[in-house]
């Protein structure tokens, strides 16, 4: 099967995967978000933000490794991978038992501590399939996984579901991790034929650490910047408008949280393979792609935030509406400079994110210090600004070291931005008011849809044709369904 037919079917795989797990997670949350306060939901974000802050310390990169990795004795490399992932996550996981308590003792809160080992246990196993899953991702073969992932994924949810039901409270967020997590781990292991040896091959080790350490430097202070503004609300504010806080920014990133995994899956391989002198115009044409969708779908969603939050959450969670506004213009950023790291890595240059990260992240917890003076609409404030400074920064990069002019990005994007802005006008204007929430959500999506299509048909026409070529070029068998619905002839 050739790369670009590899390529599509990994991408519908995944696409099925993350969509399903989206719309999964949105009513497992319906029910939660009205047995829950926010207060849990704090709780939970500060507990996850500990495990995935130390985590990162230790067990970053090897999967990158395994995916980049060339050489011909790279099973002999798999096995050695393993070994020195289950050492780090041994010791990363003492260092959790042991220091979590202070972590309890800084939020205030003693159920922090058992919420901790909870998810330790879904996170020691998760990392026995680091090896398994960068397998199934170097060969693009992801059928297996995404169908035991899919399972699994189900299980946890409707769990969730079913432990609030009986009344566990809090705790029925992270009693099915606890409980099917291992045993997803066991059988993605069974599913990729991989069963490590004794033997430990220690000289792959220093390679594996050389190429890790970048990116495990720069995926802590990505974290420091992804979590340190929940660190920073839970002390500064309350759990309470943490809770808020980690409602709009789940909502505005829902979007993005499917696409992404889909990018970080595909984009380190596929670039990773294509000669140097074709990065570039693989690389726009994923920015294309990408913006092509999430500029509509997540100004669509600041068009109607509100009846979202009130059908899907319940009115006790109103006041996530204007955060969910402010963080949905970043996490329009966010997806569109996904693939960079991607670059970097492929281009044998992970130190890059690193320093970059190095710089950024003191001025990112900063600008959530200074916010938190103006409550937490303050914070969400300067995250955006923040974060939509910083994706312009790794976006330059990016062009220098592909070597090509910015401008050739911001050129891509003003067609979706200009037809997306004129969709969202249209449905403020005849869908603002005291129309029943479902209707208002069913129909201002259709409407807004239409009206983006259309813009892009008669204003930008070339720009519409250049997309519909992409796609087709992944999948070729859409090309008739393509012309017949945007009524244009496609070469």
Request: glycine share 6%.
């Amino acid at each position: 099967m050739s790369i670009k037919r590899k390529i599509g079917k990994a991408a519908f795989l995944l696409v099925f995967r993350k969509s399903w797990n989206s719309i999964l997670n949105l009513l497992v949350m319906m029910y939660l978000a009205r047995e829950l306060d926010p207060t849990s939901f704090g709780l939970l974000a500060i507990s996850s933000v500990f495990i995935n802050i130390i985590s990162n310390l230790a067990v970053s990169g090897i999967g990158e490794y395994i995916i980049y990795y060339k050489k011909e004795d790279r099973i002999e490399m798999y096995h050695s991978a393993f070994w020195l992932n289950l050492l780090l996550t041994v010791l990363v996981c003492v260092v959790i038992i042991f220091t979590v308590p202070l972590w309890s003792n800084f939020y205030h809160d003693e159920r922090i501590v058992n919420l901790v080992y909870f998810l330790l246990i879904g996170f020691f196993a998760e990392m026995q399939s680091v090896v398994p899953i960068s397998i199934f991702r170097k060969s693009m073969e992801f059928q297996k996984m995404i169908f035991l992932q899919t399972i699994f994924n189900t299980l946890i949810g409707f769990s969730k579901v079913g432990f609030a039901f009986f009344g566990f409270g809090i705790y029925s967020l992270v009693f099915p991790i606890a409980i099917f997590q291992p045993i997803l781990a066991i059988a993605i292991m069974i599913a990729s034929g991989f069963r490590p040896r004794l033997h430990f091959d220690l000289h792959f080790w220093k390679p594996i650490v050389a190429y890790t350490r970048h990116i495990i430097g720069g995926r802590v202070l990505t974290r420091l910047v992804n979590e340190g503004d929940n660190i920073l609300v839970g002390k500064l504010l309350s759990l309470q408008e943490l809770g808020y806080y980690t409602l709009a920014f789940q909502l505005s990133n829902i979007f993005t949280n499917t696409l992404l995994p889909i990018i970080s899956t595909l984009s380190l391989p596929v670039f990773s393979n294509t000669p140097e002198q074709q990065l570039k115009d693989n690389y726009l044409k994923m920015i294309n792609l990408i913006s092509s969708v999430s500029i509509p779908v997540l100004l669509l969603l600041v068009a109607i935030s509100e009846p979202v939050i009130v059908f899907f959450y319940g009115a006790q969670w109103m006041p996530a509406v204007v955060l969910l506004q402010i963080l949905c213009l970043f996490t329009i950023f966010r997806s569109i400079t996904s693939p960079t790291s991607a670059i970097f890595s492929a281009l044998g240059k992970p130190e890059i994110g690193f320093y970059y990260s190095l710089i950024f992240t003191p001025f990112f917890l900063l600008s959530v210090w200074l916010g938190s003076y103006w409550g937490i609409v303050g914070v969400c404030v300067c995250v955006t600004a923040m974060r939509i400074s910083g994706g312009q920064v790794t976006l330059y990069i990016s062009s220098r070291l592909l070597k090509f002019n910015i401008l050739e990005i911001y050129k891509i994007l003003s067609p979706y931005i200009i037809s997306s802005l004129i969709s969202s006008i249209v449905i403020y204007l005849l869908f603002g008011g005291i129309l029943p929430l479902w209707f208002t959500l069913l129909y201002s999506t259709i409407l807004f849809v239409l009206v983006y299509v259309i813009s892009l048909r008669f204003l930008f026409k070339r720009s519409l044709i250049d997309l519909a070529n992409m796609i087709i070029g992944i999948v070729p068998s859409l090309r008739k369904a393509i012309s017949k619905i945007l009524f244009i002839q496609i070469a």
